[in-house]
């Protein structure tokens, strides 16, 4: 990992660039949270990683648009979710859960969307279990990190997952339609699990499409 200055996101440090096959920058931030009682819960942190290169070659269409334009616009994220673009998404624990409650989560979004899509045959589903079965186990302290790597074209995904006093565990999921869902769940406009962070891509793609 390059970078010396950490970018703080809800005071979770995050480091400004990582590097996979090449340096990805970190051009979108934000929280997940619920409101209980008037008070805001914050359950982790995200940030999106990205190559400002590829963003301008596979999102070019949509240059010129406003920040406030493209978060309201699902199809550019759609493009984004489903572009041939190398992305890392990486989420930080601030409110510590179950694996298993967060597996949940995960597997009835990308359940869901596949359903809709008419998507949802026996292999998804088997390798969303293995998917779910990874985090089932874990439990997630404060601090822990879990970590999705996307590669640009094959419909693979390696998830990592970091918690405190142990090695990253992995785990790699090849189903191309359970991968582009795991990608929507975070980076799907109106729909995805954060939109703090929609809104914050929307500004930082904005300004690297001008």
């Known amino acids: 990992m390059l970078g010396t200055e950490m970018v703080m996101v809800h005071e979770v440090p995050f480091p ?38 590829d963003v301008k070659t596979h999102l070019d269409k949509w240059k010129g648009k406003t920040g406030k ?52 045959e026996e292999e998804e589903e088997t390798e969303l279990e293995k998917v779910v079965g990874f985090f089932q186990s874990k439990y997630f302290k ?17 998830i990592g997952f970091e918690t405190e006093g142990k090695e990253e565990e992995k785990l790699k999921v090849e189903n191309a339609n359970v991968v582009g869902m795991m990608q929507k769940w975070y980076l799907s406009g109106s729909r995805g699990v954060s939109p703090s962070t929609i809104v914050s891509l929307a500004d930082s793609l904005s300004a690297v499409l001008t």
């Not at 759609?78 to 995960?106: F, M, N």
């Not at 822990?144 to 390696?158: L, N, P, Q, W």
């Open 142 to 158: 404060t601090h822990s990190i879990i970590t999705y790597r996307f590669s640009a074209k094959d419909g693979i995904c390696e």
């Open 69 to 120: 334009d493209l978060a309201g616009d699902d199809d550019f994220f759609d493009a984004l979710a489903s572009g041939e673009i190398e992305k890392v998404i990486r989420v930080v624990v601030i409110k510590e859960i179950k694996g298993a409650q967060y597996g949940v989560q995960l597997e009835n979004s990308v359940r869901d969307r596949l359903a809709a899509e008419d998507k949802y």
């Open 16 to 53: 400004p660039q990582i590097i996979t096959s090449k340096p990805l920058s970190l051009l979108g931030q934000g929280i997940t949270d619920i409101e209980i009682h008037f008070l805001q819960v914050k359950f982790t942190a995200i940030g999106v990683y990205l190559d400002p290169s």
